[in-house]
């Protein structure tokens, strides 16, 4: 039987995985002008690539992140964000 210690421990387990990568992906995209692949994101934060997909998914649910191809690296965009290059010296 599961306790309900240990299901309240993996769920926030969970949320403050999917707090890491959201702030990972906005610190990057600050940086790059892009998003992370998910190996970057997973070779980063060291959690595994499928991880970062499953929260990335629930980020896309949530309506922090969007994308017209699910799965694809660097697809995804934050919503909010806008990418404006700038003029160069």
């Given at each position: ?20 990568i959201?702030?990972f ?40 992140i ?24």
């Amino acid at each position: 039987m599961v306790s309900k210690y240990n299901t309240e421990r993996k769920y926030l387990e969970g949320q403050e995985n999917r707090k890491e990568i959201y702030l990972f992906l906005i610190r990057y995209f600050t940086k790059y002008g892009y998003t992370p692949s998910f190996k970057e994101i997973s070779e980063s934060l060291g959690i595994s690539k499928a991880t970062v997909q499953r929260h990335m998914r629930q980020l896309e649910l949530d309506g922090l992140i969007a994308t017209a191809h699910p799965n694809t690296p660097r697809a995804f965009r934050l919503v909010g964000y806008e990418y404006q290059k700038v003029a160069e010296v």
